[in-house]
């Protein structure tokens, strides 16, 4: 089992920024994967990015050059910085975590961009 703890959503201006973090229970080397994932109202879960136990990242294209993904591995937490946040990047983002071959996710932070 893996606890998912999330923080750092809110509300923000167009334009502006926010940090997001997932803390895990157990040690981020022997999570596969770790990813961000956001819902919109009325609109499927979409991934954001991941990142691999390697260090790999994937972005989606809506977010490239806007998120970086990365990791804390003294504080077995992911981030997920965004800048230059649009109207459209409002929802409620999960933390996602591929471990054991199961697939766990956190309680989501709610994110509001104000245009």
């Known amino acids: 089992q893996v606890q998912l703890v999330e923080s750092g959503g809110g509300l923000v201006q167009a334009g502006g920024s926010l940090r997001l973090s997932c803390t895990t229970s157990?040690?981020?080397?022997?999570?596969?994967?770790m990813g961000w994932y956001r819902q919109a109202p009325g609109k499927q879960r979409e991934l954001v990015a991941e990142i691999t136990s390697g260090g790999i990242r994937n972005y989606a294209d809506f977010v490239k050059g806007r998120f970086t993904v990365s990791r804390d591995i003294v504080k077995n937490t992911m981030s997920l910085q965004m800048n230059s946040l649009k109207p459209e990047d409002t929802a409620v983002y999960y933390c996602d975590a591929l471990y054991m071959g199961y697939a766990y996710w956190g309680q989501g932070t709610q994110v509001t961009v104000s245009s």
């Open positions: 157990v040690s981020i080397f022997s999570i596969n994967v």
